[in-house]
Each structure stands twice: as C-alpha cells, then as structure tokens.
T-cell receptor
Framework: EADIYQTPRYLVIGTGKKITLECSQT?????MYWYQQDPGMELHLIHY???????EKGDLSSESTVSRIRTEHFPLTLESARPSHTSQYLC?????????????????FGPGTRLTVL | AQTVTQSQPEMSVQEAETVTLSCTYD???????LFWYKQPPSRQMILVIR??????QNATENRFSVNFQKAAKSFSLKISDSQLGDAAMYFC??????????????FGKGTHLIIQP
C-alpha cells in the first residue's frame, strides 16, 4: 500500500544527543517536505526537496539538516539536540506535475514524530 | 510573504448540525491553491478539500464545502451534518502556484472543532 512513514513516532532524549528522524514514502513522489509543529499547534515549513540531491531551507529557520540520497527517503538530523527542539515533526510528500497524471498540488503527510528533549 | 489567519481557536457544534470555520489569507499572487486539512487526535494530517484560485465554483466534498471569496481573500469551510468523527484540529493552508516547484504550504494556526453529542 502506498503511504508515507515516519519513525520513531515518539522520542525522548537528553540534551546534546545526535538524532535522526526517518521519513520514507512509497508513492514515488519527487517532492518531500519537513514541517515543525510547535506546542501551540502552528506548523512551519523547515525543509523541502525537489528530488534526489536537492534540499532547500523552508520558511522557518531550523538547526536541523536533511539529505535526499534516495527518492523515497528524506531523513532529518539534529547534531546536538536541545530543549528548544522539542516539537512535533511532520514529513510530507507530493508529486511533480505530469508525473503519470498524479496531482502535484496535494501533499500527503506522515503520522509525525513527537520529539522531547530533556 | 503569504499569511493565513484563522480567527477561531475553538468551535463547538452539536452533532448533526452545521458549522462554518473561517479563514482569511493575504497574498499578492493571482494563482494559488487553498486547502483545508484535518488533524484528528491521532495526529496524521488529512486533506479535506482543495480549491484552485482560478476556479470560481466553490469546491465540495460530500458534507464539506467551501465559500471561496477571492476578492475578499476569504476561504471558509462548512461542515454539514456534523459527526463525532469530525472532531479534530482544522488547518487552512495556502500554496502558491509555482508551475511544478516544491513550495511548501503556509498554514493558519488551526481551529479546534468540538462535536457535542
């Protein structure tokens, strides 16, 4: 079944640790995104990718980094976690126009990773 | 920069009744897309309805419909015959038309919808 997956779903970690949040999609989408959802529920785009080897920063500045080595995989890394990084992180994907007739302007979201940094 | 404003942090409606969630946005673009997303307590974001700015006809999806007023930059969501499963956070979102670019969504702060049995 085509879907978008995020692991772990929940992560509690101490300050200074390096963490990687995983995101994978099986829909063959070229475009992928990371959003940060703060405790007040507002979502902000922090990273996006047009395709393999493409990464761009989003509207909200973030200390995290991303990579896109494979189409289906878009991991997010924090080199040194801090309490200010505590948030929900949502991954999404969408298809390019003309890619087999898929709609390119709808984003599909993963279930999210709830990160708590102590 | 585009902004999306949802002025109702929380709304409550009786089951089977109709409720309207408000959304306004600001943009200098003429072509764009507007969306309503639903985020239930399980927290996976689900698309409810989409509207292309160039279309004058309001989008409808079963019990969900929008009132799109382009000149007023208003995009409200009407939920008819509310059901308990409609309880969730509802986010209004904007995406510019970028001809295939990977621009992300700009979200409002959300409206928490409560369904009273």
């Amino acid at each position: 079944e085509a879907d978008i997956y995020q692991t772990p779903r929940y992560l509690v970690i101490g300050t200074g640790k390096k963490i990687t949040l995983e995101c994978s999609q099986t829909m063959g989408h070229d475009k992928m995104y990371w959003y940060q959802q703060d405790p007040g529920m507002e979502l902000h785009l922090i990273h996006y990718s047009y395709g393999v080897n493409s990464t761009e920063k989003g509207d909200l500045s973030s200390e995290s980094t991303v990579s896109r080595i494979r189409t289906e995989h878009f991991p997010l890394t924090l080199e040194s976690a801090r309490p200010s990084h505590t948030s929900q992180y949502l991954c999404a994907s969408s298809a390019l126009l003309g890619a087999g007739g898929l709609s390119y302007n709808e984003q599909f979201f993963g279930p999210g990773t709830r990160l708590t940094v102590l | 920069a585009q902004t999306v404003t949802q002025s109702q942090p929380e709304m409550s409606v009786q089951e089977a009744e109709t409720v309207t969630l408000s959304c306004t946005y600001d943009t200098s673009e003429s072509d764009y897309y507007l969306f309503w997303y639903k985020q239930p307590p399980s927290r996976q974001m689900i698309l409810v309805i989409r509207q292309e700015a160039y279309k004058q006809q309001n989008a409808t999806e079963n019990r969900f419909s929008v009132n799109f007023q382009k000149a007023a930059k208003s995009f409200s969501l009407k939920i008819s015959d509310s059901q308990l499963g409609d309880a969730a956070m509802y986010f209004c979102a904007y995406r510019r038309y970028s001809g295939g670019g990977a621009d992300g969504l700009t979200f409002g702060k959300g409206t928490h919808l409560i369904i009273q049995p």
